[in-house]
């Protein structure tokens, strides 16, 4: 049986960033895509950066025909993006044609005919070869026809037209005030082979902009919502399934600058370009401990990028002079930068374009969001999840060690953050009030820490004049002790301690003084025996001089006896 080849769909990329991810190469090409939405949610802008790109990257040619706005308002309100329209249609790569639609000349007339409309968008079509167009926006071109029947023939026949001019269009429409609808006719939608939906919402008086790809004949596409950005670049978004986790791992540890720590850490710190999370209740030192992890980062030649979310940085470094770390210093040397900024300044999709912007112009190898909960006033948890998902994965791909602190709750919501990021951390850090004896006191622990054994221990630790120091464990007979019931308990060991030693130090002495008596008791007796002993001696050499004398005696005697018997 021979081998079909299945044909797919060719596409064209749009050139913006992260929508040809979502679409799997771009829009269908010789096909028409609707792009809809309300006013200010980047239609006309997403239109233009099409045909932008399409011109100056892609090699195909384009024609805007828009129906509200002059090609000189269009020149000049995409300007400040960089795109220079006039030097386009010098060039021959760019056409821009405003039609101005007559809704009085049609109710007139009671006729409606799209064939002066073919007419001159062929003739821009032909005249610069263009294989793009847009159209903007659609409702203006029919929005005087009230018969929904007359409507839905022409829209048939404009994008049946354009299909079989083999040029890829982009149409822009407006929502009309039927919320299910896509549009104002609701008929665009149908015809269309791409439908992306945008949206400009505001959510606790911050602004943010969603794309979503409601349809895409022939082809896969993501399917979910995606907030995306306008800024000085045009469009761009970065969905979730852009980078994933397809990146190199280290096995490089790094030291957190605490010696205690590092050593609960099984003695060598954290994984190089791993995602550290300290967690913990107001008060607990977790500014302190990122200012410790960014001196000794600095320390190592690295650089650091801090984000700080609720102080300026002149007030991190003040503060952080008090308990012996010197910011500045590193901020003077260049190894060290501050971006703070107000959480409702921006959108999240805003504030993770400049941070990622901030973090390709810096090249950071270690990077710090103080805190991440900050976030939550600005959209929902799961906008916060998915926003610091990608910049996780981001600082993955790039190898940067990232630290993050958070705001939790205290009692049983102690290990949980608002943000619900839990699960993307390689190391867990949690630092708690330890209350007792009517005092409070920091505790130190790690929840989990990914790759390497590490200490299960809940560590105190001071926060002094040179730094944070950790305490070694206690745990006594009446369990972890923290603070003055600690310094107590230590005291009171102490004491009996030096009791101890001084019973013993008292019973050794007594020995001694034994061992000595008993020792010259011997020495006495020794020279007793000596003196008894030399006196015998001297007895028994009398003795025998006595007998040898005598014996003498006798014999001399003998002698005389036997002489006088002569």
Known sequence: MPIRTLT???????????????????????????????????????????????????????????????AAELAQNVASLGFDLEDLTTRGLLAVDH??????????????????????????????????????TIETLFGGLPDPAIVRAELRRLFRWLKDRGVTTLVTGERGSDPLALTRHGLEEYVADCVIVLDHRVQGMVSSRRLRVIKYRGSRHGTNEYPFLIDETGISLLPVTALGLHHEVSDERVPSGVAGL???????????????????TAGTGKSSLAAHITAAACERGERVLYFPFEESSSQIMRNM??????????????????????????????????????????????????????????????????????????????????????????????????TAISSLIDTWLLVRDIESGGERNRGLYILKSRGMPHSNQVREFTITHDGIALREPYNGPQ???????????????????????????????????????????????????????????????????????????????????KSEAQ
Request: charged fraction near 25%.
């Open 321 to 418: 002079r008090s308990i012996g770390i010197d910011l500045a210093r590193w901020v003077d040397c260049g190894l060290l930068q501050f971006h703070a900024s107000r959480p409702t300044q921006a959108g999240l999709e805003l504030h993770l374009s400049r941070m990622l912007a901030q973090i390709v112009a810096f090249d950071p190898q270690v990077v710090v969001v103080d805190p991440l909960n900050s976030f939550v006033t600005t959209g929902n948890a799961d906008d916060v999840k998915l926003m610091l998902l990608r910049l996780i994965d981001t600082l993955k791909q790039r190898q940067t060690t990232a630290f993050f602190t958070s705001l939790t709750a205290g009692g049983e919501g102690l290990e949980r953050t608002d």
């Open 262 to 280: 590092d050593e609960m850490l099984g003695g060598a710190g954290f994984f190089h370009g791993s995602s550290v999370l300290i967690s913990g």
């Open 479 to 561: 369990g972890a002790l923290t603070g003055s019931a600690r310094l107590a308990q230590e005291a009171r060991e102490q004491a009996d301690q030096v009791l101890r030693e001084e019973e013993v130090r008292r019973k050794q002495e007594e020995l001694s003084r034994r061992r000595a008596a008993m020792e010259a008791q011997i020495t006495a007796m020794r020279e007793d025996f000596a003196a008894l002993e030399a006196e015998t001696q001297t007895l028994v050499v009398q003795a025998r001089t006595r007998e040898e004398q005598l014996l003498q005696d006798r014999r001399a005697m003998a002698r005389s006896r």
């Open 99 to 136: 039609v101005r639609v007559d809704r009085d000349a049609f109710q007139d007339s009671g006729e409606y005919d799209l064939e002066g409309l073919f007419i001159r968008l062929g003739h821009a079509i032909d005249r610069i070869g263009a294989k793009r167009v847009v159209l903007d």
């Open 8 to 70: 797919t769909i060719r596409k064209s990329t749009t050139g913006v960033q992260g929508l040809d991810e979502l679409t799997a190469g771009g829009l269908p090409s010789g096909r028409p895509t609707l792009v809809c939405g309300g006013a200010g949610c980047g239609k006309t802008l997403l239109g233009m950066q099409f045909l932008v790109h399409g011109a100056t990257q892609a090699g195909e040619p384009g024609v805007f025909m828009a129906f509200e706005e002059t």
